[in-house]
Structure formats: structure tokens, C-alpha cells
């Protein structure tokens, strides 16, 4: 069974940081992709920042330069450092993890398996 806890969220003022953890169990593809995606009231859940199985890491304009995305190397735990961020961040925030067929690694569609988002709020 395959298990996505995420960890990390809360509250920050703008320029703040935050680091984002998500626990992965039981999902043993070696071809997965791991994503962080997040989703605003009233808005589409997009995309954040991706990092496939060779390990090449991918970022939406929205937080590049101040977003990072990482892994344990046993591919446990999954991380995304927020810097810098502005109330145009808060959200709540997903780990996801799946196998891309041929389609854009931003399609939340293409995820086969989600966590239970963590709420991250940016304050002015």
C-alpha cells in the first residue's frame, strides 16, 4: 500500500521560509516521478516542482530560484524548501508520486498517488 504523509506547513510572513517533508512508503517503481503540487481556494491545482527518477529536478515559474526540491537518496522522504515566499503561496500543498506516460509532468493527472496536502499560509 502505497503511503504519502506530508509534514512541515503552517504559518509565515512574507519573506519567510519553509521546508516541506513528505514521508513515502510502499511505492517501489523506479521509474516514478515525485512532485510537489499545490492548490489554492477556488483555484486549479498546479504544479510546483518535480523531480524524476535520474534525479533532474523541475520548477514552475512560480517558484523558481527560491524553491527546492529534494530526496533522501533511499527515495524515503521527500522534501521541498520554500524561501522567500510571498501570500501568493498559500495554499495547501501536495506530494505526489507517479509514473509520466508520455504526458506533462505538471498534469496533476498523471499522479497516481497523493498525499493529504499540508496548508501552508503566507501572512503580508
Known amino acids: 500500500q502505497v503511503q504519502l504523509v506530508e509534514s512541515g506547513g503552517g504559518s509565515v510572513q512574507a519573506g519567510g521560509s519553509l521546508r516541506l517533508s513528505c514521508a513515502a512508503s510502499?511505492?517501489?517503481?523506479?521509474?516514478?516521478?515525485l512532485g510537489w503540487f499545490r492548490q489554492a481556494p477556488g483555484k486549479e491545482r498546479e504544479g510546483v516542482a518535480v523531480i524524476d527518477s535520474d534525479g533532474r529536478t523541475s520548477y514552475a515559474d512560480s517558484g523558481k530560484g527560491r524553491f527546492t526540491i529534494s530526496q533522501e537518496p533511499d527515495g524515503s522522504t521527500l522534501y521541498l524548501q520554500m524561501n522567500s515566499l510571498q501570500p501568493e503561496g498559500t495554499a495547501m500543498y501536495y506530494c505526489?508520486?507517479?509514473?509520466?506516460?508520455?504526458?506533462?509532468?505538471?498534469?496533476?493527472?498523471?499522479?497516481?498517488?497523493w498525499g493529504q496536502g499540508d496548508q501552508v499560509t503566507v501572512s503580508s
Open positions: 510502499g511505492y517501489t517503481d523506479s521509474r516514478r516521478c
Open positions: 505526489a508520486a507517479g509514473r509520466i506516460y508520455g504526458g506533462s509532468i505538471w498534469d496533476h493527472r498523471q499522479y497516481s498517488y
